[in-house]
């Protein structure tokens, strides 16, 4: 069964410029996170989506979101870009009623 | 505030001695805590699960143990190998149910030589 999938693998962009990070989750995973991992902060809890649905939330600006589509694949998107969102930026899906998180390769975004 | 520390950011150790790893928290009640391998430039990779009723978890090599009320667990590597080189992550829920939020802590960089 294929794994997690994100795509990008790496962006570069400017500040100030948007970007939109996709994910496509395990086949029948309903829920879809991201996470942000930088060597300071480690691993943040971004947000969370299941059924279509944001469930959770961390604490991020609003320049920071996401959406989810029917068939669970899910788009974060992070605009007015700062150099500070350099990081990797993860997916995982799971099933929802379980809690074992299987996570993507991630996203480098590098902002220059 | 809600806090996990893993209490080594590296641990080096032998090839075939057992590597203990250690994660206490703060602040909250998770029903499970969770932990997770990863590799420089890849995702956290889960490897075991271990729920608040539950003492102790087995996998293969790998043991955890899950103490309430000290809030402590900890992670063994049983004959370890430099292939378990790797960051090794504890994650918990918030408590609230939520089992689709995470909160990671620092990760330990555990290194085997042969």
């Known amino acids: 069964k294929a794994g997690v999938t994100q795509t990008p693998r790496y962006l570069i962009k400017t500040r100030g410029q948007q970007v939109t990070l996709s994910c496509s989750p395990i086949?029948?995973?309903?829920?879809v996170s991201w996470y942000q991992q930088t060597p300071g902060q480690g691993l943040q809890f971004l947000f969370e989506?299941?059924?279509?649905?944001?469930?959770n939330k961390g604490n991020f600006p609003g320049r920071f979101s996401g959406r989810q589509f029917s068939n669970s694949r899910s788009e974060m998107n992070v605009s007015t870009l700062e150099l500070g969102d350099s990081a990797l930026y993860l997916c995982?899906?799971?099933?929802?009623?379980?809690?074992?998180?299987?996570f993507g390769q991630g996203t480098r975004l590098t902002v220059v | 505030s809600q806090k996990i520390e893993q209490n080594s950011e590296a641990l080096n150790i032998q090839e075939g001695k057992t590597a203990t790893l250690t994660c206490n928290y703060t602040?909250?009640?998770?029903?499970?805590l969770q932990w997770y391998r990863q590799d420089p430039g890849r995702g956290p990779v889960f490897l075991l699960l271990?729920?608040?009723?539950?003492k102790e978890k087995r996998k293969e090599r790998l043991k955890v143990t899950f103490d309430t009320t000290l809030k402590q667990s900890l992670f063994h590597i049983t004959a370890s190998q430099p292939a378990d080189s790797a960051t090794y992550l504890c994650?918990?829920?918030?408590?609230?149910?939520?089992?689709?939020?995470?909160?990671f802590g620092q990760g330990t960089t555990l290194q085997v030589k042969p």
């Open positions: 995982a899906s799971s099933l929802g009623a379980v809690p074992e998180a299987f």
């Open positions: 989506y299941f059924s279509e649905t944001q469930r």
């Open positions: 994650a918990l829920d918030d408590g609230s149910g939520n089992t689709g939020k995470l909160i």
């Open positions: 602040n909250y009640s998770p029903a499970y």
């Open positions: 086949s029948g995973h309903r829920s």
């Open positions: 271990i729920r608040e009723n539950e």
